[in-house]
């Protein structure tokens, strides 16, 4: 074996399986062992699957699949990445643009749940992917910092959810108002609390203050 061909697409990763097979370089390609060699690569956390294909004369074709990230968690006092079954495999090095995660200590299949969710509806939704946060506190919260929105989401029904709060928040802006707080947790309901009533700063964003403090600026979409 003389060359080595890596198709993935994390340069870092690449560089790492290169160079974990770099022992191996003037072996007989018929002497090697690829399943044996594909178990190797499988260590990195990083990888959900890896096939070793030769190319003669001398040369072997590593195709290898990436863990999907869903998101970040803490565990044991640093960031970890997070699959869309809600199990961390990874832990954090270079920062990467995903919600963080937290809450669901006592209820991993729900976040198993939102998570697969998330990861097949950001795709193609501009709003989603600029989530920040998944919170679970008595149901479950979806944040985005950087427009100052929280959104609750119930404990089911995510899709349809999520459209009406989507419809509600840019039939807002279209109308130059802005929402803190969106309750999408009763079904056929959008509650939205705008930021225009919110007069205590230190408030935060406690949806049953924001409840009491704003009940006459209510806005109910359908």
Do not use: C
């Amino acid at each position: 074996m003389k060359s080595i061909e890596v198709r993935v697409s994390d340069a870092p990763l690449k560089k790492h399986i290169e160079e974990s097979l770099l022992p191996y370089s003037g072996r007989s390609m018929f002497a090697l062992k690829l399943r044996e060699l594909e178990q190797l690569l499988l260590r990195r956390p990083e990888l959900s699957a890896a096939r070793i294909l030769r190319r003669w004369p001398n040369t072997l074709i590593i195709e290898a699949e990436l863990k999907t990230k869903a998101a970040l968690e803490f565990r044991n006092k640093a960031l970890w990445f997070v699959d869309p079954h809600g199990e961390p495999f990874a832990p954090l090095t270079l920062a990467q643009a995903l919600p963080l995660v937290w809450g669901f200590e006592k209820n991993p299949a729900l976040k198993s749940e939102v998570l697969r969710w998330v990861v097949s509806a950001r795709e193609d939704d501009e709003l989603l992917g600029n989530l920040d946060e998944i919170v679970f506190d008595e149901d479950v919260i979806l944040g985005f910092k950087n427009i100052g929105l929280r959104v609750h989401m119930g404990q089911r029904n995510w899709p349809r959810r999520w459209a009406r709060a989507k419809a509600a928040f840019v039939a807002m802006q279209k109308h130059g108002r802005l929402a803190v707080v969106m309750d999408a947790s009763i079904e056929g309901r959008v509650f939205v609390y705008e930021s225009v009533e919110l007069h205590n700063s230190q408030s935060g964003l406690n949806l049953k203050e924001l409840v009491r403090r704003t009940r006459e600026s209510r806005v109910e979409a359908r």
